[in-house]
């Protein structure tokens, strides 16, 4: 415990009130963060929690693993509930890193009818449940708060990455439940966006970059409807969703297929910067996240040129043999 005070003690203060000349926060361990305004300047985890009070739907961008923006998702989600309440508005936790097929076994969980060891192993939950998200949802079950398994089953996806269109009609009523209602409805922009980081163009993508552009937007709908749907059962509530900030980022990705469904809503983003790409941050004005907090950057996963492409090489092996299982 006395550890755990120590941690958020600092990350809370790396996020302190500053005025707009302020020098950012250096950020000494891999769980410091420093919240910044759409101009990246330096504000408190208070003043986002304020500012954040009429949102109908808050998205937190995630590094997936990184220390910093895991701690920054709890205290979010403890100081929004506590603010929610003094409102009397609840709060519905939702996340990418469940799957709707994996609803009944959260619920189940969450209602103390099974333990955890089930969870991690019959959902199953990501890798890196026990280290990254079980603190979100142990506060949600504690709470009584609603967890949403917000995304589209993996298998699912990654047939459509293999067969594109063509996977849908040979899913089994059942299993077209598990994914949106329009799964490859298209979100202004993030074409552009996917199509660049991978490499190519709308235009120029062959046909796998392509299913795989469309197995991105089968993820994004599902976990977009899921929030309206969420949102739509409990309108007085707020939905606080965790992605990586791929999904999220720009106000794209799930934010747009979100905004489709409900162009009502109120919608708040906040988004991670590594504090090495900070200066290309600041030189990028096409700001329209509400939030962003700059996080230090996970360690370099090869310095190996040879090693990495073993391990890239093993990667691909068992997605091919995961993918053996498409129909």
Not at 103 to 126: H, S, T
């Given at each position: 415990?006395i550890?755990?005070?120590?941690?958020?003690?600092?990350?809370?203060?790396?996020?302190?009130?500053a005025?707009?000349?302020?020098?950012?926060?250096a950020?000494?361990?891999?769980y410091?963060?420093?919240?910044l305004?759409?101009d990246?300047?330096p504000?408190?985890?208070p003043?986002?929690v304020?500012?954040?009070?009429?949102s109908?739907?808050?998205?937190?961008?995630?590094?997936?693993?990184?220390?910093?923006s895991?701690?920054?998702?709890?205290?979010?989600?403890t100081?929004?509930?506590?603010?929610?309440?003094?409102?009397?508005?609840?709060?519905?936790?939702s996340?990418?890193m469940f799957?709707?097929?994996?609803?009944?076994?959260?619920?189940?969980?969450r209602?103390?009818?099974?333990?955890?060891?089930?969870?991690?192993?019959?959902?199953?939950?990501?890798?890196?449940?026990?280290?990254?998200?079980?603190?979100?949802?142990?506060?949600?079950?504690?709470?009584a708060m609603?967890i949403?398994?917000?995304?589209?089953?993996?298998?699912?996806?990654?047939c459509?990455?293999?067969?594109?269109?063509?996977?849908?009609p040979?899913?089994?009523?059942?299993e077209?439940?598990?994914?949106?209602t329009?799964?490859?409805?298209e979100?202004?922009?993030?074409?552009?966006?996917?199509f660049?980081?991978?490499?190519?163009?709308?235009?120029?993508?062959?046909k796998?970059?392509?299913?795989?552009?469309?197995?991105?937007?089968?993820?994004?709908?599902t976990?977009?409807?899921?929030?309206?749907?969420a949102?739509?059962?409990?309108p007085?509530?707020?939905?606080?969703?965790?992605?990586?900030?791929?999904?999220?980022?720009?106000?794209?990705?799930?934010?747009?297929?979100?905004?489709?469904?409900?162009?009502?809503l109120?919608?708040?983003?906040?988004?991670?910067?590594?504090?090495?790409?900070?200066?290309?941050?600041?030189?990028?004005?096409?700001?329209?996240?509400?939030?962003?907090?700059?996080?230090?950057?996970?360690?370099?996963?090869?310095?190996d040129?040879d090693y990495?492409?073993?391990?890239?090489?093993e990667?691909?092996?068992?997605?091919?043999?995961?993918?053996?299982?498409?129909?």
């Amino acid at each position: 415990m006395i550890g755990l005070s120590l941690l958020t003690a600092c990350a809370v203060a790396t996020g302190r009130n500053a005025p707009a000349d302020a020098p950012l926060a250096a950020l000494p361990t891999a769980y410091d963060y420093q919240l910044l305004t759409p101009d990246h300047h330096p504000t408190s985890l208070p003043g986002v929690v304020a500012a954040l009070q009429g949102s109908d739907v808050v998205f937190i961008g995630e590094y997936h693993g990184n220390h910093a923006s895991h701690l920054l998702e709890m205290q979010l989600l403890t100081a929004l509930h506590r603010q929610a309440a003094s409102r009397d508005r609840g709060v519905i936790l939702s996340m990418e890193m469940f799957n709707r097929d994996q609803q009944a076994i959260v619920d189940d969980y969450r209602n103390g009818k099974i333990g955890e060891r089930y969870l991690i192993k019959e959902a199953p939950a990501w890798h890196n449940y026990t280290g990254s998200y079980r603190p979100l949802v142990e506060y949600a079950k504690a709470q009584a708060m609603p967890i949403i398994a917000a995304n589209a089953p993996g298998d699912i996806v990654r047939c459509i990455g293999r067969q594109g269109e063509d996977y849908i009609p040979k899913l089994t009523a059942d299993e077209k439940t598990h994914i949106a209602t329009q799964p490859f409805a298209e979100v202004p922009g993030y074409a552009d966006k996917f199509f660049g980081v991978m490499g190519g163009s709308d235009h120029q993508a062959d046909k796998r970059l392509r299913q795989s552009y469309l197995a991105q937007l089968t993820r994004d709908n599902t976990m977009a409807e899921s929030i309206a749907r969420a949102h739509a059962q409990s309108p007085q509530s707020v939905v606080v969703h965790l992605n990586g900030s791929f999904h999220s980022e720009g106000h794209l990705g799930t934010v747009g297929a979100l905004k489709r469904l409900n162009p009502d809503l109120k919608i708040s983003v906040i988004t991670p910067i590594r504090a090495d790409d900070f200066a290309d941050a600041q030189a990028d004005k096409r700001r329209t996240d509400e939030f962003y907090y700059l996080v230090n950057a996970q360690p370099a996963e090869f310095v190996d040129d040879d090693y990495k492409r073993k391990m890239r090489g093993e990667m691909f092996s068992r997605a091919r043999e995961k993918a053996k299982g498409c129909r």
